[in-house]
């Protein structure tokens, strides 16, 4: 169990770019979320995955975001045409789904963006 | 809609004193759980503790306990012999049957030797 990995640990693009973001979850997760946590705020949910089907997204996420889990293991969450207001760290968590509820969420070390 | 508020943006405390965050909720929903999480500097957010909203007895993990008050919609978190390791950033969270984990804006703790 090596834990939740996310890729790249930072990226810097100009305002117009698109970037894409890899999220790896802990193998045997079948759930998997994103968060996006700007500077001085909580966590705020983006949108979450049970197995590759993608069960809710947030209002936040505009149609310039993106987000997939092909096979339900690894997911991506792509920005199209960056704005500076996406600055922020995307955090991605999994978690099993043991049929109980609220199982615990595992975080990743998160993928800072700078968009200049 | 399900809010949480963290009213202390940083908190110090010296080093094995033992210290309390603050933290309350809003939603409603009967069913819900509340989470503190723990975010050192440049390190991944680790949950500290958990508490089923329909249990009464309050949740202990070690040095970490919490104030379940549901009536107040109250949610403190205790850490006690404050060690070094213990500085962070502390979230206060809820998850209603949505499975959305909502966040406050955290706590800063800083430990003092």
């Known amino acids: 169990d090596t834990g939740v990995s996310q890729d790249p640990r930072h990226k810097i693009t100009k305002r117009g770019q698109n970037v894409t973001f890899r999220c790896d979850p802990i193998?045997?997760?079948?759930?998997l979320y994103w968060y996006r946590q700007t500077l001085g705020q909580g966590p705020e949910f983006l949108t979450y995955f049970q197995n590759e089907a993608q069960l809710e997204k947030s209002r936040l996420l505009s149609d310039r975001f993106s987000a997939e889990r092909p096979k339900g293991s690894f997911s991506t969450l792509e920005i199209q045409r960056t704005e500076q207001g996406d600055s922020a760290m995307y955090l991605c968590?999994?978690?099993?789904?043991?049929?109980?509820?609220?199982?615990?969420?595992?975080f990743g070390p998160g993928t800072r963006l700078t968009v200049l | 809609a399900q809010t949480v508020t963290q009213s202390q943006p940083e908190m110090s405390v010296q080093e094995a004193e033992t210290v309390t965050l603050s933290c309350t909720y809003d939603t409603s929903e009967s069913d819900y759980y509340l989470f503190w999480y723990k975010q050192p500097p440049s390190r991944q957010m680790i949950l500290v503790i958990r508490q089923e909203a329909y249990k009464q007895q309050n949740a202990t993990e070690n040095r970490f306990s919490v104030n379940f008050q549901k009536a107040a919609k109250s949610f403190s978190l205790k850490i006690s012999d404050s060690q070094l390791g213990d500085a962070a950033m502390y979230f206060c969270a809820s998850e209603n049957r949505d499975d959305k984990i909502i966040f406050g804006k955290g706590t800063r703790l800083h430990i003092l030797p």
């Open positions: 968590a999994s978690s099993s789904d043991s049929g109980r509820r609220a199982d615990t969420q595992y």
């Open positions: 193998s045997e997760h079948n759930r």
